[in-house]
Nanobody, 121 residues
Framework: QVQFVESGGGLVQPGGSLRLSCAAS???????????MAWYRQAPGKQRELVAG?????????YYLDSVKGRYTISRDNAKNMMYLQMTNLQREDTAVYYC??????????WGQGNQVTVSS
């Protein structure tokens, strides 16, 4: 069973930047080349939402939540089973726990612990 581990979060001031990383571990290490992947986030009292996705095709089509367009950039490195989320011009509304998973997610690929991003002055 694949396991996802997110890292790179932390406390940042409004307008700052962070780079999140997602690594796959466990029995399967080819998930990034097989499935479309995405970053999700969940703020307290809110539902988990997709913020950025990238297809598994050669084109690597990307898509974003409207509120993060122009500020977030998703990328992947299939050979390393790694995915990244470059976040710039962070705002208080970006504060959440960020998760990586396939798009769509599946019970066969459980959620990891996520990584906290806090935007505050």
């Amino acid at each position: 069973q694949v396991q996802f581990v997110e890292s790179g979060g932390g406390l940042v001031q409004p307008g700052g930047s962070l780079r999140l990383s997602c690594a796959a571990s466990g029995t399967s290490t080819t998930v990034f080349s097989i499935f479309g992947m995405a970053w999700y986030r969940q703020a307290p009292g809110k539902q988990r939402e997709l913020v950025a996705g990238i297809s598994n095709g050669n084109s690597g089509n990307t898509y974003y939540l409207d509120s993060v367009k122009g500020r977030y950039t998703i990328s992947r490195d299939n050979a390393k089973n790694m995915m990244y989320l470059q976040m710039t011009n962070l705002q208080r509304e970006d504060t959440a726990v960020y998760y990586c998973n396939t798009d769509p997610p599946s019970q066969a690929r459980p959620w990891g612990q996520g990584n906290q991003v806090t935007v505050s002055s």
